[in-house]
T-cell receptor, first 112, second 116 residues
Framework: DAKTTQPPSMDCAEGRAANLPCNHS???????VYWYRQIHSQGPQYIIH???NNETNEMASLIITEDRKSSTLILPHATLRDTAVYYC?????????????FGKGTRLSVIA | GAVVSQHPSRVICKSGTSVKIECRSL??????MFWYRQFPKQSLMLMAT?????????EQGVEKDKFLINHASLTLSTLTVTSAHPEDSSFYIC????????????FGPGTRLLVL
């Protein structure tokens, strides 16, 4: 079972920041937070991951609360191509064969 | 990011036939690959974990004799759907685990299977 809770859907105006929340209140000390997205009829795309510090890359920023029980994925300037289902997943980082377990995710619709 | 390919991208077959789907990691070696299945409007469901040189580990409810997995090299895993039936029609997605650090998983583009 997925260990995260996400809103089922969100809308965002094109050009504005999209802030996608995720609750993971039972996260363990050695579990990372991963974010993936899936555009319709494609395989999931890796976005970003983090353990406890905030992270930023060319796609997004990841803000993790100090108690690590929740996080927010930020797309700074959303475009129509960012419309997708976004999955927040927690998993032990150096886990060997432990796979990613997907929940239902958040369907983000970017509106012109 | 790392590249994972799948072939074919879509396949239509008759009921009772077998279909093989290939998953390749193009720019890294993957000791572990994973196979997922996704039905319309649903999330990805893990089917099995494929380890190079050893038997795959199947999730509960997934028939190992129906979904044959072979991971013969560090860059190739295959999923064979044997005696396919219409209820096997789905979107099949593989992923490969890239080692080092947080061991990110990278996903293939998926294979859409339609069994008539």
């Amino acid at each position: 079972d997925a260990k995260t809770t996400q809103p089922p859907s969100m809308d965002c105006a094109e050009g504005r920041a999209a802030n996608l929340p995720c609750n993971h209140s039972t996260i363990s000390g050695n579990e990372y937070v991963y974010w993936y997205r899936q555009i319709h009829s494609q395989g999931p795309q890796y976005i970003i991951h983090g353990l406890k510090n905030n992270e930023t890359n060319e796609m997004a920023s990841l803000i993790i609360t100090e108690d690590r029980k929740s996080s927010t994925l930020i797309l700074p300037h959303a475009t129509l191509r960012d419309t997708a289902v976004y999955y927040c997943i927690v998993r032990v980082g150096t886990s060997g064969n432990t796979p990613l377990v997907f929940g239902k995710g958040t369907r983000l619709s970017v509106i012109a | 990011g790392a590249v994972v390919s799948q072939h074919p991208s879509r396949v239509i077959c008759k009921s009772g036939t077998s279909v093989k789907i290939e998953c390749r990691s193009l720019d890294f070696q993957a000791t572990t690959m994973f196979w997922y299945r996704q039905f319309p409007k649903q999330s990805l469901m893990l089917m099995a974990t494929s380890n190079e040189g050893s038997k795959a580990t199947y999730e509960q409810g997934v028939e190992k004799d129906k979904f044959l997995i072979n991971h013969a090299s560090l860059t190739l895993s295959t999923l064979t759907v044997t005696s396919a039936h219409p209820e096997d029609s789905s979107f099949y997605i593989c992923s490969a685990r890239r080692g080092g650090g947080a061991e990110t998983q990278y996903f293939g583009p998926g294979t859409r299977l339609l069994v008539l």
